[in-house]
């Protein structure tokens, strides 16, 4: 069972930066696009940036377009997501998963317990 292991999150005054992390068991790691999902209280989980397996295409999401940057490490089966100028509305818990098609529903089953982003003055 593949297991991912998000980290990085935190409390952060509006227009301040994180640096998110996940971390993949998977061998096949370096073969798949990877995303970064997120979900606010009572809204549903969604897709906002996404990588290729060998990270030369980036897809955003409008909503953090120019605020967002993800990369991958595939030497460490790492994926990150630098998140500046951030806004109370990127509040959520941030979980990674292997978009389908590249930008769609994830493809893994498992989750990961996820990574609290809180934006608050």
């Known amino acids: 069972q593949v297991q991912l292991v998000e980290s990085g999150g935190g409390l952060v005054q509006p227009g301040g930066s994180l640096r998110l992390s996940c971390a993949s068991s998977?061998?096949?790691?370096?073969?798949?696009?990877m995303g970064w999902y997120r979900q606010a209280p009572g809204k549903e989980r969604e897709l906002v940036v996404a990588?290729?397996?060998?990270?030369?295409?980036?897809k955003y999401a409008d909503s953090v377009k120019g605020r967002f940057t993800i990369s991958r490490d595939n030497a460490k089966n790492t994926v990150y997501l630098q998140m500046n100028s951030l806004k109370p509305e990127d509040t959520a818990v941030y979980y990674c998963?292997?978009?389908?098609?590249?930008?769609?529903?994830?493809?893994?089953?498992?989750w990961g317990q996820g990574t609290q982003v809180t934006v608050s003055s």
């Open positions: 998977a061998s096949i790691f370096s073969m798949n696009a």
């Open positions: 990588i290729s397996s060998s990270g030369n295409i980036k």
């Open positions: 998963n292997v978009p389908a098609a590249g930008w769609g529903p994830p493809l893994w089953g498992s």
